[in-house]
C-alpha cells in the first residue's frame, strides 16, 4: 500500500471524482414531466470524429473556468470512442487541464445516443440534439436538461449562427440564460 502525500493525492481526486460523477449523473430529475430530447435521426460517427470546440456550455463544476475547451474524439477498433477533452483553467494561458472518458454508443441505429464514462460504473446520458449537415455544428444535450454543449469545428462562428445555436437549444427546453460563453483562442 502507497503512503505518504502522493497517495492521499491519488485517493482524494478519486473521492472527487466520484464525488463529482453522482453529483453530476445521478442528481434529483426536476424535468421528470418535460418530453424526452429528440436525438437526431442519425450520425456518420467517422465524420463525427475529430476535434469539436466547446463555444457554450451549461457547464459542470470542472468547466465553469474553461478556457479554450476541445472536445476530441476517436473511433476506438472495438467501437467505443475515445474521448479527450482539454482546456486551460482561469484564462487564456492558465493551466491545462485533461480528461478522458471513454463513450459508448447506446443506440446503433442512429448512433446519436450515447453513454459518456468518466468513472466506472457510471455513464451519463449524451444526446446528440442537433448536428448540422455538414458536420461543423452541433449540440451535445440531457433529458435533465441540466448541462448541454455547443460545439463546433472552429473556435468561433458568426453571431447569428451562435445565435441560432443558442435558440435551438432554448427550443430543446433549456434555460439559455444559463450557458456560459467559452472563450477561445482564435488565430
Known amino acids: 500500500m502507497c503512503v505518504g502525500p502522493l497517495a492521499n493525492n491519488k485517493t482524494m481526486n478519486r473521492i472527487l471524482l466520484l464525488a463529482f460523477s453522482f453529483l453530476v449523473f445521478n442528481g434529483c430529475q426536476s424535468n421528470a414531466q418535460r418530453e424526452p430530447i429528440a436525438s437526431v435521426a442519425h450520425v456518420d460517427l467517422q465524420r463525427f470524429m475529430g476535434d469539436w470546440y466547446v463555444l457554450a456550455s451549461i457547464p459542470t463544476f470542472i468547466e465553469k473556468e474553461a478556457f479554450n475547451a476541445i472536445e476530441s474524439y476517436r473511433l476506438a477498433p472495438d467501437g467505443t470512442i475515445e474521448t479527450t477533452f482539454t482546456f486551460n483553467k482561469g484564462a487564456m494561458d492558465g493551466p491545462a487541464k485533461k480528461y478522458t472518458p471513454k463513450g459508448f454508443v447506446r443506440d446503433t441505429s442512429s448512433n446519436a445516443i450515447w453513454g459518456m464514462q468518466f468513472v466506472w460504473p457510471v455513464k451519463a446520458e449524451y444526446l446528440i440534439a442537433y448536428l448540422n449537415g455538414d458536420y461543423t455544428q452541433t449540440i451535445i444535450a440531457r433529458n435533465k436538461r441540466d448541462y448541454v454543449w455547443i460545439l463546433t ?27 456560459r460563453r467559452v472563450p477561445q483562442k482564435t488565430q
Not at 469545428?153 to 441560432?164: L, N
Open 153 to 179: 469545428r472552429t473556435p468561433s462562428v458568426p453571431k447569428s449562427e451562435y445565435d441560432a445555436l443558442v435558440e435551438r437549444t432554448r427550443q430543446m427546453g433549456y434555460d439559455v440564460t444559463l450557458l
